[in-house]
């Protein structure tokens, strides 16, 4: 049996190769690196700059089929023969270059819209979900509180019934794409304490009584992740999506189905760190060789390469048992870990290949690395999802 080629140790050479993919992948991945590095790419450094990107590129992504990824056809999507492996894809592309403001933002109506469409009254779906997928509209996932987002039962922010109406008084932070949404699907207090008293409203962002402001000081450096606030915001009653004092019952689907994407995200931000990592460890040289030629350095790099491909294996499984019927919760929430921490070790090492090469702005490593620690906190914080796996698997 003859021995496996040499991979190229770029990007695509350092994603092991997947029994899975098919031909229909590949012609995604093309389609999607095609408008990346149209539409993104050449614009990439002044958007991390200004820390945004211009409303144009919802249109357009909208145009190119990218928008509505995963949607109903019949809504503007693009829904037919979607599997797992294009939300995979989809992350790897969009990370490809090591910028997740663009994604962060691009994509809150993955989260935001598939409660309103499955949930929510049927006449959302042309008012909210076709305007949302066409890039004209745009949905933020109001949940995190300043008073904490992990301890989902401690919510504050309340909705009181008056007639026909709700009224919601109460504090958001560090919503993706809060500063420029249009409809912000939210976590409401209706009821009493806890996880019970909690529902889902859609409220129109632009209503009296809604305020926003950008968090900042995050790593991401994106001035459209902000925080809200509620004073008096009269909603409509008919704006409840699922039913009342239920808001988080039909959204454990929705949550694992999102961790592959953060899954496939750091994944591919480990490899845009690696292999530039190796081209610069090849072109250094010092102490009279190339820094890729001292021990110290391969071993890095080795070690980077075996945790990335170990990672793929599982992921590879976790969708296999996804098809099959099958939601791993358990190994879902460990493998989020496993990636997350993954791209944590790659871009310390990386950087540290890099030296201070890393801090002069020329290359994706530093962003990369400033980026890393956020897919540890957020969808899932390493604790809170230690804590649902040992739950799953009976400890
Ligand atoms: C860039 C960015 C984008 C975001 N986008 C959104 C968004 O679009 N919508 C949204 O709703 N939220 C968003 N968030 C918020 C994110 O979901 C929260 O940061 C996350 O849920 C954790 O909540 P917290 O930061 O309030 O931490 P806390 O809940 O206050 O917890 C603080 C730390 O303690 C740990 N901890 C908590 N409880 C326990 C425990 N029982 N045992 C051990 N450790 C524990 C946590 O893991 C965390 O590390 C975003 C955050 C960032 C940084």
Same mark, same amino acid.
């Given at each position: 049996?003859?021995?496996?080629?040499?991979?190229?140790l770029?990007?695509d050479?350092?994603?092991?190769p997947s029994?899975?993919?098919?031909?229909a992948?590949?012609?995604?991945?093309?389609?999607?690196?095609?408008f990346?590095?149209?539409e993104i790419?050449?614009h990439?450094?002044?958007?991390?700059a200004?820390?945004?990107?211009?409303?144009?590129?919802?249109?357009?992504?909208?145009?190119?089929?990218v928008?509505?990824?995963g949607?109903?056809p019949?809504?503007?999507?693009?829904?037919? @023969?979607? @599997?797992?492996?294009?939300?995979?894809?989809?992350a790897?592309?969009?990370?490809?270059?090591?910028?997740?403001?663009?994604?962060?933002?691009?994509?809150?109506?993955?989260?935001?819209?598939?409660?309103?469409?499955a949930?929510?009254?049927?006449?959302?779906?042309?008012?909210?979900?076709?305007?949302?997928?066409?890039?004209?509209?745009?949905i933020?996932?109001?949940?995190?509180e300043?008073?904490?987002?992990?301890?989902?039962?401690?919510?504050?922010?309340t909705?009181?019934?008056?007639?026909?109406?709700?009224?919601?008084?109460?504090?958001?932070?560090?919503?993706?794409?809060?500063?420029?949404?249009d409809?912000?699907?939210?976590?409401?207090r209706?009821?009493?304490?806890?996880v019970?008293?909690l529902?889902?409203?859609l409220?129109?962002?632009?209503?009296?009584?809604?305020?926003?402001?950008?968090?900042?000081?995050?790593?991401?450096y994106?001035?459209?992740?902000?925080?809200l606030r509620f004073?008096?915001v009269k909603?409509?009653?008919?704006?409840?999506?699922?039913?009342?004092n239920?808001?988080?019952?039909?959204l454990?689907?929705q949550?694992?189905?999102?961790r592959?994407?953060?899954?496939?995200?750091?994944?591919?931000?480990?490899r845009?760190?690696i292999?530039?990592?190796?081209?610069?460890?090849?072109?250094?040289h010092?102490?009279?060789?190339?820094?890729?030629d001292?021990?110290?350095i391969?071993?890095?790099?080795?070690?980077?390469?075996q945790?990335?491909n170990a990672?793929?294996?599982?992921? @590879?499984?976790?969708?296999?048992?996804?098809?099959r019927?099958?939601?791993?919760?358990?190994?879902?929430?460990?493998?989020?870990?496993?990636?997350?921490?993954?791209?944590?070790?790659?871009?310390?090492?990386?950087?540290?290949?890099?030296g201070?090469?890393?801090?002069?702005?020329a290359?994706?490593?530093?962003r990369?690395?400033?980026?890393?620690?956020?897919?540890?906190?957020?969808?899932?914080?390493?604790?809170i999802?230690?804590?649902?796996?040992?739950?799953?698997?009976?400890?």
């Amino acid at each position: 049996m003859a021995s496996a080629p040499k991979p190229t140790l770029d990007f695509d050479g350092l994603r092991p190769p997947s029994p899975f993919l098919t031909p229909a992948h590949d012609a995604w991945r093309r389609k999607l690196r095609a408008f990346v590095d149209a539409e993104i790419a050449p614009h990439l450094d002044e958007w991390d700059a200004a820390s945004t990107f211009p409303d144009e590129l919802y249109p357009k992504a909208a145009k190119a089929g990218v928008l509505g990824m995963g949607f109903d056809p019949a809504l503007g999507g693009t829904g037919e @023969d979607i @599997d797992l492996y294009h939300r995979i894809i989809f992350a790897e592309e969009f990370f490809r270059l090591g910028s997740g403001v663009v994604f962060a933002d691009l994509a809150t109506h993955w989260i935001g819209l598939p409660p309103v469409i499955a949930f929510g009254p049927p006449e959302m779906r042309e008012t909210v979900a076709k305007p949302v997928l066409a890039g004209e509209k745009k949905i933020s996932f109001a949940v995190t509180e300043p008073s904490g987002g992990s301890d989902v039962g401690g919510f504050q922010t309340t909705a009181t019934r008056q007639g026909d109406h709700f009224i919601v008084n109460g504090e958001k932070t560090l919503i993706s794409g809060a500063t420029r949404a249009d409809y912000l699907l939210t976590a409401v207090r209706t009821g009493g304490a806890g996880v019970g008293g909690l529902s889902l409203l859609l409220i129109d962002a632009h209503s009296p009584g809604v305020s926003t402001a950008p968090v900042r000081g995050l790593g991401w450096y994106n001035k459209n992740n902000g925080s809200l606030r509620f004073e008096d915001v009269k909603v409509p009653v008919g704006n409840l999506i699922g039913p009342e004092n239920r808001g988080f019952a039909g959204l454990a689907n929705q949550f694992n189905i999102e961790r592959f994407s953060g899954i496939s995200a750091t994944l591919a931000m480990a490899r845009t760190a690696i292999a530039e990592a190796i081209a610069f460890a090849r072109d250094r040289h010092t102490f009279g060789q190339r820094l890729v030629d001292h021990q110290a350095i391969r071993h890095k790099i080795v070690e980077m390469i075996q945790r990335v491909n170990a990672c793929y294996a599982y992921l @590879d499984i976790l969708v296999w048992r996804f098809g099959r019927g099958e939601t791993a919760v358990a190994d879902l929430a460990m493998m989020k870990i496993q990636a997350t921490t993954t791209l944590e070790h790659c871009a310390r090492e990386c950087l540290q290949v890099l030296g201070g090469r890393a801090y002069t702005g020329a290359n994706r490593v530093e962003r990369i690395y400033r980026e890393a620690r956020i897919f540890v906190i957020g969808g899932g914080s390493e604790e809170i999802l230690r804590d649902l796996a040992g739950r799953q698997i009976g400890l």
